[in-house]
């Protein structure tokens, strides 16, 4: 059995993992941990790293002595060198403060040099597991208390922080193109579970790219824009040689998405992974709700080319897409004249699976929002019919 720390948007996480792993059971789930069976260990190190929702993979073992300090002894008499761990717990909360002050005294009174690195008594950051090297050395442990049963776990996998930042170094960018967060592109790519995956709105790459790292052998990028055209072959080359890819095939061109119909990339591709153009970019004091609905108008004579062209085509493949919404005054304003195109065309695929108490919004879809931000994702996986 393994368990999985979720993003902080743990939907989009529990929706990835799903995807990623159709044939597991989902054993139990809260917002921060999920509990996986019927998946294998060297499946989940050849997925974990494509995954943008998971922040740390971790392998349960039986919990035979209940009693964490006895555990991790008994794990740390076969190391040799000065015994460095961390634990963290999940779901219920427990006294960390107690149970690292035993662990350590057990130690000593066994003779073994020992330094805990939770700082402050608290549970450890991904940064802290990589600094210490804790995954390699197997003493990165959990400790998962759902309520009902309480597991014991030693961490296989941890997200690379600096993968990302890797990623971001180096990248040709423009503040006034809202970049997708990567995390949020390779859940997108996952969800649609596509290898030859084509965005329509590709901005400045975020998408091909993601689909690069994640080994796809394909991909397509098109933009009205030929300025962020180019810098998406920029983007892609300085992935392509930063991270020693050897892709077949990225082609990327300037195209109108309203005459979608024309693109070379429908026929080629198995999946359209796209973030909706979001409109002006708003600041906290200037949104008012007339302008969102002004916004709207602009960009609804967009999308209904665009799905109609689709239609027209007879697209086959799986659409991920990202709809903007807003948030005034505290309260969301959805882009609804929009699900009116999309049920006209496309059905609704689910994101999840049933849940007695996770599920998606009432339109089908999930969200994604930072707090400091007006605008927001609305992501949707759709089939054109
Ligand atoms: C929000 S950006 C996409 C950013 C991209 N996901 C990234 O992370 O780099 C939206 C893009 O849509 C493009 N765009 C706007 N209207 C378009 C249209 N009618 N057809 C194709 N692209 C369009 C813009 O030029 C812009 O690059």
């Given at each position: 059995m393994f368990a999985f720390q979720l993003w902080r948007e743990f939907k989009l996480s529990f929706s990835e993992l799903w995807s990623v792993f159709p044939d597991a059971i989902f054993e139990c789930i809260s917002e921060d941990i999920c509990i996986l069976s019927g998946v294998e260990k060297k499946d989940i190190l050849t997925w974990a790293p494509r995954m943008g929702g998971i922040i740390k993979a971790i392998q349960l073992i039986e919990w035979y002595r209940w009693n964490p300090s006895e555990t991790i002894f008994e794990i740390a008499e076969f190391h040799e060198w000065k015994f460095a761990y961390g634990i963290t717990y999940f779901w219920w909360t427990w006294d960390l403060k107690k149970i690292l002050m035993d662990t350590k005294k057990l130690l000593r009174k066994h003779s073994i040099s020992s330094r805990f690195i939770n700082k402050n008594f608290t549970p450890l950051s991904s940064a802290q597991i990589i600094g210490e090297n804790l995954v390699k050395k197997e003493s990165d442990f959990s400790i998962v208390d759902t309520g009902n049963t309480e597991y014991f776990g030693k961490t296989i996998w941890v997200q690379d922080i600096d993968g990302y930042s890797k990623r971001d170094y180096g990248k040709t960018r423009d503040m006034q193109v809202g970049m997708l967060p990567p995390k949020l592109a390779q859940i997108m790519v996952n969800i649609s579970g596509g290898k030859k995956v084509y965005d329509p709105?590709?901005?400045?790459?975020?998408?091909?790219?993601?689909?690069?790292?994640?080994?796809?052998?394909?991909?397509?990028?098109?933009?009205?824009?030929?300025?962020?055209?180019?810098?998406?072959?920029?983007?892609?080359?300085?992935?392509?040689?930063?991270?020693?890819?050897?892709?077949?095939?990225?082609?990327?061109?300037?195209?109108?998405?309203?005459?979608?119909?024309?693109?070379?990339?429908?026929?080629?591709?198995?999946?359209?992974?796209?973030?909706?153009?979001?409109?002006?970019?708003?600041?906290?004091?200037?949104?008012?709700?007339?302008?969102?609905?002004?916004?709207?108008?602009?960009?609804?004579?967009?999308?209904?080319?665009?799905?109609?062209?689709?239609?027209?085509?007879?697209?086959?493949?799986?659409?991920?897409?990202?709809?903007?919404?807003?948030?005034?005054?505290?309260?969301?304003?959805?882009?609804?004249?929009?699900?009116?195109?999309?049920?006209?065309?496309?059905?609704?695929?689910?994101?999840?699976?049933?849940?007695?108490?996770?599920?998606?919004?009432?339109?089908?879809?999930?969200?994604?929002?930072?707090?400091?931000q007006v605008v927001g994702r609305e992501i949707f996986k759709l089939k054109i019919q």
């Open positions: 709105f590709c901005g400045l790459g975020t998408i091909p790219i993601e689909c690069i790292l994640r080994g796809n052998k394909e991909v397509y990028g098109s933009d009205i824009s030929a300025e962020n055209t180019q810098k998406t072959k920029k983007n892609i080359a300085f992935v392509q040689k930063e991270f020693s890819n050897n892709i077949k095939t990225t082609e990327c061109i300037t195209l109108d998405a309203r005459g979608i119909s024309s693109s070379p990339f429908l026929k080629k591709s198995d999946a359209i992974v796209t973030e909706w153009y979001l409109g002006q970019v708003f600041q906290k004091y200037s949104i008012t709700e007339k302008k969102i609905a002004e916004e709207k108008q602009k960009l609804l004579s967009i999308y209904r080319d665009f799905f109609l062209w689709l239609q027209k085509a007879k697209y086959r493949g799986t659409v991920v897409i990202s709809f903007p919404f807003w948030e005034v005054h505290g309260k969301y304003h959805y882009f609804s004249e929009v699900y009116k195109i999309v049920e006209k065309h496309c059905k609704i695929e689910h994101l999840l699976p049933y849940h007695e108490t996770i599920k998606h919004t009432r339109s089908g879809s999930l969200l994604y929002k930072r707090k400091d």
